[in-house]
């Protein structure tokens, strides 16, 4: 299982790095917008929807999200579509930590379904934007290593030190010591990064700020997958991938930290437009 997990992690970076490194911006537009697919596809299974309603739903996400992410909106469109991924998230925290508090209808399928675009085009659209920043190749891979390396530096702190639970409800196996293990790499990632282009460019306390918020929405993401997991009464959202299950386990941290990522560089002005750019 190991062996396998491994090789499906190796070819899933080398597909990604030649992406957006060295094939034209089209290879990066299909690639997001499989993914994308992908999840919604197996979002679908996860609320018991399959055959032609499925894939009726998953073609109304890709039509509307593909409207969103290509129409040539303006700089304030820009501005409201990474609001709404930031606002979305923020509400969907309340919903991870609040558990059965939350009124029935947030547990209802109709309410998730209704859900999976609200997830998937502010994290398709911040993508996008962050693909196409100066230098935008290297703030996506930036945002994945930031879910990365906080996800690996959870999971060995909390083997070694583990003890609080972090969520016991929806995953049992997350613990506060991991968390702070996450932060701790990711504060690491930060200050070795800035020493490069592009992310030099921003001052050293904005950039840790802004690294360290992305993680704790990133975990945010996984829980909420995890959520939607245990309320459909599966491991794993699919078995696309051999010893990763599905698509949405691998991404599922990802669609909350793009967003907040995009925001944040937003905010700092890294494009050149930044809030000025609204005037």
Known sequence: ???????????????????????????????????????????????????MPRLAYVTGIMLGGAGLVFAPFGILFHLEMLIAGVLLWVLLSLRVFLGAHVPNVFHHARFKLLLAPLVLWPAWFALEYLHNLPNGAWWVLATLMVVWVADSAAFFAGRMFGRIKLAPHISPGKTVEGLLGGLMGVTAFALVAHAFVPFAQLPLWAWCLLT????????????????????????????????????????????????????????????????????
């Open 1 to 51: 299982m190991l062996k396998q997990r491994i090789l499906t992690a190796l070819v899933l970076v080398i597909i990604f790095l030649t992406t957006l490194f060295w094939l034209p911006p089209l290879a990066f537009q299909l690639l997001m917008a499989l993914v994308v697919a992908l999840v919604a596809f197996e979002w679908a299974a996860l609320e018991g929807w399959y055959g």
């Open 212 to 279: 360290l918020t992305v993680t704790l929405f990133s975990v945010i993401g996984d829980l909420h997958e995890s959520l939607l997991k245990r309320e459909a009464g599966v491991k794993d959202s699919g078995t696309l991938l051999p010893g990763h299950g599905g698509v949405f386990d691998r991404v599922d941290s990802l669609l909350a930290a793009a967003p907040i990522m995009a925001f944040g560089l937003f905010l700092l002005d890294v494009n050149g437009l930044g809030m000025g750019g609204l005037a």
